[in-house]
């Protein structure tokens, strides 16, 4: 009778172990994306923010502002 109580413990011990690695696999699982929706959205502000640099640049015209050295 002892043998079968043991055994009714390991089994319900295995399946608290057995969901709380699924739980934590699926938390993991959200983590990473959530890791990767912000890693996209900052590339996509990173890609905007080079463009528009580029842009700015080309329509200040360095040529136009910009003084040998040495010129007053």
């Not at 043991?6 to 969901?19: G, L």
């Not at 934590?24 to 990473?32: A, G, N, P, V």
Request: charged share 30%; hydrophobic share 35%; aromatic share 6%.
């Amino acid at each position: 009778m002892g043998d079968k109580i043991k055994i009714r413990a390991d089994e319900k011990i295995d399946r608290v172990m057995t969901k709380l690695c699924e739980k934590r696999q699926q938390q993991q699982q959200q983590h990473t994306k959530n890791k990767t929706k912000v890693l996209a959205k900052t590339l996509e502000v990173l890609r905007f923010y080079q463009i528009l640099s580029s842009q700015i640049w080309i329509s200040l015209e360095p040529s136009k502002w910009a003084r040998p050295v040495g010129s007053a």
